[in-house]
């Protein structure tokens, strides 16, 4: 019986990457916003590589790693299949950490296929930013850590926060989990380990002298609290942007309106003037399964701490609330992916644990509908990922 059902679980999978491998190659939607952001890290990775540029002289403010790979990827030519690959493997370490810790296949099916069909996480994988690269390494530093490779796990977290500083509040869950679990002793193995890994991406930045990746890293910690700043009313704020925008920001929520007199280019979008002034009203829209996810971690939440035997909710929660850390940085969407894998999995698993094996099966056929259908409605242009509109 456990063979037909992973059958089962192979041939869906397959199914899937194959139908969405070709439909992501044969239709260039432009019912997705396009982001500009990966023209800085294509040319400052074909720049690490083929001139040996250092990378404080070039988007000084993230780390390396994401952009060495990225400079690769366009220089040999296969970039965009590459990060449709890399779609693909975070969603299978998806399906792969909820089955470890759930031992459940409708489970796992669930949380990979909702991340899977999720527009935001589609989209960034369109473009070559570093969060995707971040969410790959993180995720997979995580399951390598439930599996016990945990000398892999360190050395993949560091290229995790090599690829972006956004892994780093997951990788810090890892390191709690571990002195909580293994003692303070692997936990700073652990985080050596994953420190030495990611300074070896700074290497090229000795050229500059031998203090260079100490004043790569000032500079990096200056334009930290430049532009995003650190302070309990920033934390606040953040705090209501995060509850706004996953509950309303996908579906009818965050409605922006004002007046123009310019064009302006902002992310994401670019606004063309009508006229003297134009009317602009910015309506975010995307997966109803969305509204679900803050209660459910609520809930998910009071349930790990109140029973002491949900471990798989413990660690999910915890990777969870760290993920969401992301947040604070602004209401950007390649921040989300960052926390979309973790809240799906937490949804999962909640469900996992609290329905029963023909209802989860049959909420898991509703709630993957859905997702499907609002995924390719926003394909074909029926239901605005951002509503636009000018007058």
Known sequence: MITIVKQKIKIIFIFFFFAFFTLSLIIKTRNFPSYRDEEVYINCGVS????????LLCNFEHPPLGKYIIGFAEIYGFSRIFYLLLYYASTLIVFLVVLKL????????????????????????RYLLLDPLAVFFTLLAVYTYLTRHYYISAVVAGLAVASKFSSLPVILAIFLLTWRSSGFKRAVVYAVIALLVYLLTFTSDLQLGWDAIIRHHVEIYRYLSWRHGFSIPIAVNGFLKLIVKLELWRYIGEVQVYVDTVAR?????????????????????GSIVWYALLPLLLYATYRALVKPGEIALQ????????????????PIDWYYVNCLPYLYMTMSTLLQRTLSVNTLKTTTWILVTIGVGIYYLVVLGLIPFRLIVLY
């Not at 690490?48 to 990378?55: E, G, S």
């Not at 759930?102 to 069909?117: E, G, P, Q």
């Not at 992310?267 to 006229?275: A, D, E, L, R, S």
Request: charged share 5%; hydrophobic share 55%.
């Open 48 to 55: 690490y590589i083929l001139n040996a540029t250092p990378p």
């Open 102 to 125: 759930t031992s459940s296949y409708v489970a796992s099916l669930l949380a990979s296929l909702l991340l899977y069909f999720d527009t935001i996480f589609y989209n960034t994988h």
């Open 265 to 285: 280019s902002v992310v994401n979008q670019t606004f063309i003037p009508i006229g003297k002034s134009l009317l602009v009203i910015n309506i975010g829209a």
């Open 315 to 330: 660690v999910l929660v915890l990777f969870s609330w760290f993920s969401l850390v992301n947040i604070l940085a602004g």
